[in-house]
């Protein structure tokens, strides 16, 4: 479990593809992070739950499956990209932000930026099925980055950005066009899967 307080950001240092599979290698260098994790930690990488499966001093590395590359945004990675990082929570941390499973839902696409002095509003094209589990108030974790949604649309929703989340994660530096990871509220998920199984009762009378 996490919960989209960021700790860091991290540097893409190397992206090996694997010789007889279509899974990659992923190598993430930040100092303080990767210092203080061990093979066999679960990090969340621009919101994406990952296992460390080797480690220097300041690097981490990451194998990451066919799946994860096709339904989020590490597929897209780039050596030198920066990433968020966050380590899973310990019994007794205290959640900043809201429950994050680090099992990512679906992307998005920021369509619109807007810098209004020191804070910034972004809009974000979504599916109808990432629709369905957002509410105007509710959370959503963009790569990783648990923030509050402003408008829920059908094809869109809105955020708004303080200064400090700009300065210490990735979404300071998006421009439009880019591609994000989605995390919608687990509890959405939950009433969601209720909604859904009325419809099978109905069938079975």
């Not at 989209?4 to 290698?25: D, L, W």
Request: glycine share 10%; with cysteine; net charge negative.
């Amino acid at each position: 479990m996490f919960s989209g307080i960021i700790e860091a950001m991290g540097v893409v240092a190397k992206i090996e593809k694997e010789a007889n599979g279509p899974g990659c290698r992923l190598v993430i260098r930040e100092g303080k992070i990767g210092s203080e994790t061990k093979v066999a930690d679960s990090v969340a990488i621009n919101g994406c739950c990952l296992t460390v499966v080797e480690k220097s001093e300041d690097c981490m590395g990451f194998d990451v499956g066919p799946e994860s590359l096709k339904r989020t945004n590490l597929g897209r990675l780039q050596v030198g990209d920066r990433v968020n990082l966050e380590r899973a929570l310990a019994v007794g941390d205290r959640l900043g932000g809201h429950i994050v499973s680090g099992h990512i839902d679906g992307t998005g696409t920021l369509i619109e930026r807007i810098d209004e002095v020191q804070w910034s509003f972004y809009k974000f094209e979504i599916t109808h099925e990432i629709a369905k589990q957002m509410v105007s108030k509710g959370s959503i974790a963009i790569d990783g980055v648990s923030l509050t949604v402003v408008e829920a649309e059908p094809d869109y929703f809105t955020v708004a950005l303080i200064p400090f989340t700009l300065d210490v994660t990735t979404l300071g530096e998006m421009k439009p066009g880019r591609l994000v990871n989605l995390e919608t509220d687990i509890l959405a998920k939950y009433v969601q899967r209720l909604e859904e199984s009325k419809a099978w009762d109905a069938k079975t009378k």
